[in-house]
């Protein structure tokens, strides 16, 4: 997004068997402390190019590799409308999301929020392992990592400065209200849009793509990472979907890319063995998860 100016930027859902897997995602969450990256800084003026969201919300650098998507092949911020504005229908309908879903804190719903702002190779695919119905790991399952973390990477990368032009306030500067993680992990950073959510939809993208009979559940999970941003408190319904869409636009350009569609291959081979090898996720664990995504917001 380098060739971008100012001014095409300014054209753009129970909890009784929860509680059971509560316990299991607060441990997974407690059980590997994020890792400290450097933070890039980017002018408030342009958009560059931008490298993927960390838990915190500053900005890890990737290793250098051919992205599958260049970071100036999208125009990003076209494909969704500006961040709302004060006083705006859009801007007060995610105030009151952000009221109404504070109901959430300490339910099954809100630990599992908390464990999903974790979103390195690890949590992502034990978060995916019932949508896959296998269980995966980066050390059995290197092809598939690589391939969906670099999906990941290319559409942070492409998207993420779009934060620091937009400079919107995350929910809780604007109202009141408990959040899932503690106000300093998220320092100064903003809200629209959504770096976990294009990173949980990225994944699900590459993880459909390589499981295809599984797609539902792997999208639904998907879907379920930019919802626990929500019921965090961190982001609002806006920045969410405006993550969603352009973590879609990266993904389906990517499938143009040779070496994508060889990655993927040795990812669908990878995944073909693992299905008759590896073990499959404990049935209770994923029936409680399913019943978490299924929740509704409102």
Not at 74 to 79: A, G, K
Request: glycine content about 6%; aromatic content about 6%; hydrophobic content about 45%.
């Amino acid at each position: 997004m380098n060739s971008l100016t100012i001014g095409n930027l300014q054209r753009r859902r129970a909890a009784a068997r929860g509680l059971a897997l509560a316990a299991m995602l607060l441990a997974a969450a407690c059980a590997t402390p994020a890792a400290k990256t450097p933070v890039v800084t980017t002018p408030a003026t342009a958009m560059p190019a931008a490298t993927p969201a960390t838990t915190t919300g500053t900005v890890a650098r990737a290793p250098r590799r051919t992205p599958y998507v260049d970071a100036s092949a999208l125009d990003i911020p076209t494909l969704f409308p500006p961040a709302p504005q004060a006083g705006s229908a859009r801007y007060e309908s995610d105030r009151r999301m952000f009221r109404q879903t504070r109901s959430f804190k300490d339910t099954p719903r809100w630990v599992m929020a908390t464990s999903d702002a974790k979103v390195g190779a690890a949590d992502m695919m034990r978060n995916f392992s019932c949508a896959l119905n296998v269980d995966v790991t980066p050390a059995i399952a290197p092809q598939i990592a690589k391939f969906a973390g670099n999906l990941s990477s290319d559409a942070g990368r492409v998207t993420g400065s779009a934060k620091d032009y937009y400079k919107r306030l995350r929910p809780y500067f604007i109202d009141e209200g408990e959040i899932c993680r503690p106000r300093d992990e998220l320092g100064k950073s903003f809200d629209y849009p959504s770096g976990h959510t294009i990173a949980g939809w990225a994944w699900a993208s590459a993880l459909a793509q390589v499981a295809p009979e599984r797609a539902t559940p792997i999208l639904a999970r998907g879907r379920a990472y930019g919802e626990s941003r929500i019921v965090c408190g961190v982001h609002n319904v806006t920045a969410v979907d405006a993550g969603r869409l352009a973590a879609t636009a990266v993904a389906l350009l990517a499938q143009l890319n040779a070496q994508y569609q060889a990655d993927l291959a040795a990812a669908r081979a990878e995944y073909a063995a693992l299905k008759q090898a590896a073990p499959r996720p404990d049935v209770a664990r994923c029936a409680d998860e399913a019943a978490l995504v299924a929740l509704p917001l409102d």
